[in-house]
């Protein structure tokens, strides 16, 4: 493809030279990424080929609508990408039908609501404090405040999904869609029980597959796709996609859902971003995403084994997936704790409630830990015992102040390892 060298889409100096101050921000924030240990279980580091298709002139086209239905001229080019980005999503999840326009894994979700309930009608899904999500019928959230959510939780013993309570709760309410998934699961969802259950309510299975589907195209854990309605997902998180999101479902709900996307719900959409969607998916077929995926989750399971050594237990004894929950009570401190003396000491993770929390969920008793991003800088099993070491020392000895000793010592174990496994290397 031959292209003019002179401007392809973005222009790090033309920024700098007009606006120093963001390009700043720039800079130092992709300095804070290279200098730290990035834990978030929901965050990843792009590829540069994702971040130029997202730093595109494709940004500037207006297309509502889908492909060869738009209510704009000018939309050859950019029907290219869509069509492109939906028949990769299609390939790589196996899937009937594919939206790619969603903005957001909470603009999906939406759709979901959008496509097959009405203001009022049931929902049941897991929740918040059990480790779904905001948008599945929280009260704060449109999903509480205009539908009738149904909760369910985790069996005490186990803190794995209450499946018999799942079972009851959808016999009594006989809820319009039952949703499986959410952000602090760290074991696989049976799907075959939602499905049967579902089925025997007459619900729509949807299943919110944003923390784990970059699992599932990796091929590293089984597809809900076979068996759910509706799988919505994000394309950041393991994925390792642009910050957006997607829906693949069943042909039968193509056009609802297509519908509740656009006109119900969004505008129009990014095609920047879904130009970046469409790279991800193809970087997602390869090879090396597929060992990736798998890596992520040995690496996340290393993490939780050695942070259980070190007194640090992770909800469910352990996790499946990219991501473990670990539960600070046993040490006595609180995960906005834990959280602030990680930060001081270079090391980013987020505090999040545990299964029958006492704290409220701005203190919170656990952190959740994720692997996505310290897998894609080529760290591997032995490098996992050594931050797990570091957060254990940083949680119960250090300090929220970056200049205490042990934030300071702490500091530069990470730098030891960032220097050896550098994220976006020169
Ligand atoms: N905020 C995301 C997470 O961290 O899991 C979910 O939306």
Known sequence: MVHDQTFYGSDFDALNAFDPDIA???LSELGRIRS???LIASENLSSPAVLTALGSTLSNKYAEGYPGRRYYGGCSEVDKAETLAIDRAKELFGAEHANVQAHSG??????VYGAFMKPGEKILAMSLPMGGHLTHGTKVSFSGKWFDAVHYGV???TENIDYDEVEALAREHRPKVICAGGSAIPRL????????IADEVGAIFWVDAAHFIGLVAGKAIPSPVPHADVVTFTTHKVLRGPRSGALVCKQEHAAALDKAIFPMMQGGPQMHTIAAK???FK???TPEYAQYAKDVIANSQQLAASLLELGIRPTTGGTDTHLALLDLQGIGVTGRDAEARADAAGIVLNKNAIPFDPQKANIASGIRVGTPSVTTQGMGIEQMKTIASLIHRAVTEGDADPDHPVSQEVRAGVTELVDRFPAYPR
């Open 278 to 280: 469409a790279v991800n």
């Open 24 to 26: 700043d921000v720039l």
């Open 106 to 111: 909470a603009s999906a979700n939406q759709a």
């Open 155 to 157: 069996v005490k013993e």
């Open 36 to 38: 730290g240990l990035q």
């Open 283 to 285: 970087e997602a077929m």
């Open 189 to 196: 969802i049976d799907f075959e029980r939602f499905r049967a």
